[in-house]
């Protein structure tokens, strides 16, 4: 397959490692800090929140831009700097220089669903959150999908592995549901988003029409109880009655048939094939 150029907006570890199995493609990686980026691309130190477009931006179009953003806390105000403001001016800056890129692929979350039944939920489901999170996530896919251009929304689950170890250390700690069943959680393997990031962006690069929504999940929706009393026998330790979990937000399980349908597998299934590895 030939060199496509990408624009990464939000050049962390996701990014990284998405470039890492695109290894023919060469472009810009867009972030708010210094530091090195992958072999091929160009440091683009900017901050999306700021609406000046960036003095360095590419002066020729990327075929393909893909937005992994993280904001810069856990409240709704830096969700919306970063989601929403930050495509906003994504958006108007790729305008500005009169430049439609093949493609955009947004990561978005499955926070954007807000059934709590327990019922199954995919591409085609309803869309009505409950919490901020979600609202805020799904504001910004409208901001994209309002924009014109080709753009797939790819709705990750809760993303683990690699440096993501909160879940997993607060467990270690002590923390534990209080037997909270019927909540059930999603998740997906950083390893594994990256690798459905890269297969999309493959499979378009290829001439494969993409459907412009995916939800990247691993096989496997299971309640939060089951993952933490697994957690314990597999490290050994036991909850402390002082130190309770925030119950999930909502209660859904998620289905990947439609990314699987595409030809990507994940490698890691379920949560004891991702948790091992880290432990």
Not at 130 to 139: A, H, K
């Amino acid at each position: 397959m030939a060199e496509s150029s990408i624009l990464y907006v939000g050049a962390g570890s996701l990014a990284h490692q998405v470039a890492a199995l695109l290894p023919r493609w060469h472009g810009w990686a867009l972030r708010r800090s210094a530091g090195s980026v992958s072999r091929g691309l160009q440091l683009l130190q900017a901050d999306v929140t700021d609406a000046a477009c960036p003095a360095g931006w590419p002066q020729s179009c990327p075929d393909y831009v893909l937005i992994t953003l993280v904001p810069a806390a856990r409240t709704a105000a830096a969700y919306r700097q970063a989601y929403v403001e930050g495509v906003r001016n994504v958006l108007a800056w790729l305008q500005q220089h009169g430049q439609r890129p093949r493609r955009i692929l947004f990561a978005s979350s499955v926070g954007v669903y807000g059934q709590s039944g327990g019922q199954w939920v995919d591409e085609q489901s309803v869309t009505h959150p409950e919490r901020w999170s979600g609202r805020v996530m799904l504001e910004a896919e409208q901001l994209l999908s309002a924009s014109g251009l080709p753009v797939t929304m790819v709705r990750l689950a809760g993303i683990y592995g690699g440096v993501r170890r909160g879940f997993l250390e607060r467990v270690r700690q002590g923390y534990h549901t209080g037997g909270n069943l019927n909540r059930y959680t999603n998740r997906i393997h950083e390893a594994d988003a990256a690798g459905l990031l890269a297969h999309l962006l493959r499979l378009d690069a290829a001439g494969t029409p993409l459907a412009p929504v995916y939800v990247g999940v691993d096989d496997e929706p299971v309640e939060q109880d089951e993952v933490v009393r697994w957690l314990q026998q597999q490290m050994k330790v036991s909850g402390d009655p002082q130190l309770l979990l925030n119950p999930a937000g909502s209660s859904k399980r998620c289905s990947n048939r439609l990314a699987r349908s595409t030809g990507w597998v994940p490698r890691y299934a379920g949560y004891k094939d991702g948790y091992a590895g880290m432990l």
